[in-house]
């Protein structure tokens, strides 16, 4: 299976209900007050200005402005035959506004280390993701059929992790693992007691990997998570899913079990789809246990209370279907899913600007990535990007990547 086509079955799920604040700048103000005095003389009256005041400067420095990194998964790079093939990849992106890339790498046992085609295609993506001003990222995981559970089975998995960081420098984020909180990508998800098995396991792989990637790479940031924004919490269910409000609590449970006190990682990722692609990203759901970009103080809070301090925030996928017009059907393939709820481009363009803003405006949210910089061309799969199959651009594209560019530059004007 190829790996857009893994991340189709991944956003599928999550489509159909299965993913900084600008800082007010302190400044000195200078205050000049005109007195007139008037002296009374034999001769005349005289008015005269007194001096201003001595200038004070505020003993509170200005604080920076917050930024967010706005960018997609995408695999187009990694895939390309040359380096000019994927430099070209990347300037569209760039010209999308996107300022980070995330690749994937999935591990299969017993693999340690990378294969070297594996290999030499991360460092073309890598290297033209910096000639192009982009910040290369790369997420590790795996299917459901080769969930990492023995001793053995993590080693391999975290000897792999490390490898990405150790043969790839020039990739400085790596996110491990993919929605372990859903059976497509970790089995099991409960043990035979109706128990939370996939997250105790998942933090054992997540320490393992935390500490292989920093004996190689200190400087490396780890992601951890990668959560669906949705899950069913019900053993006996059709499809066994954890909800990720129940998933990073059971994760601090097993965090705090283990008696580690040194991080398992440096930030954490969120997948914040909508339920369909015409859910906007401003719905919260105070109510229930999804989670998406509106419910970024409820995430913190959980993320906070499960592993004990602050946390930055990714939000790793995220991501909007749009129609095809009859203009671009010759580029495609197939019939869309209806479950989809697709949208049109114009749509697309305002939820992705409107989730850019909410994110700019969350203060420990790093990155954003979209799903996907160019539409896959199978109409069963993803219609995401904001190109068209043909590498044509949306009409929405220009409106996105002025959005992207104000959060990079810390010009988002927030409420808080």
Known sequence: MSFRVAFFCLVVFALSGCGHSSATRTTATTVTRTVTTTSVTPAATTTTQAPPPPTTTSTQPAAPARTLLVGAVEDEAKFAP????????????????????????????????????????????????????????VDIGQFGGDTPLTDTAQAQFASFAASVARLVPDVQHVVVGNEPNTNL??????????????????????????????????????????????????????????????????LGAAYRASGRTAPIMDAFSM????????????????RSTTIGIADYDRLVTLVRDAL???????????????????????????????????????????????????????????????????????????QTGMYYADRRPKPGLAEVARAADRAAAGAVTCSR
């Not at 997948?271 to 919260?284: M, Q």
């Not at 930055?312 to 495609?332: C, D, F, K, L, Q």
């Open 82 to 137: 040359t380096d000019s093939a994927a430099l070209a990849d990347m300037n569209r992106a760039r010209g999308a506004g996107f300022r980070a890339i995330a690749v994937t790498a999935f591990w299969q046992p017993p693999l340690r280390e990378l294969r070297p085609i594996d290999r030499d295609a991360l460092r073309r993506a890598a290297r033209t993701a910096l000639a192009s001003g982009i910040t290369p990222v």
């Open 185 to 250: 990508f970790w089995r099991p998800q409960f043990d035979a007691s109706g128990g939370d098995a996939a997250a105790a396991s998942y933090e054992r792989l997540l320490a393992r990997s935390y500490d292989a990637i920093k004996a190689v790479a200190p400087s490396v940031e780890v992601i951890g998570g990668g959560l669906a924004a949705r899950g069913a919490d019900r053993p006996q269910g059709k499809r066994p899913t954890h909800s990720p409000t129940a998933f990073i609590s059971d």
């Open 271 to 286: 997948h914040v789809y909508g339920e369909t692609s015409r859910v906007p990203p401003t719905k919260a759901h105070p």
């Open 308 to 382: 004990g301090r602050t946390t930055p925030i990714v939000y790793g996928e995220y991501g909007v279907n749009t129609m095809v017009p009859p203009s671009e059907r010759s580029a495609y393939t197939g019939e869309q899913v209806a479950s989809k709820q697709p949208v049109d481009a114009a749509t697309q363009a305002r939820f992705y600007a409107q989730a850019i803003r909410l994110a700019a405006c969350q203060p420990l949210v790093q990155m954003l990535l979209f799903f996907h910089v160019t539409d896959e061309p199978q109409l069963e799969h993803l």
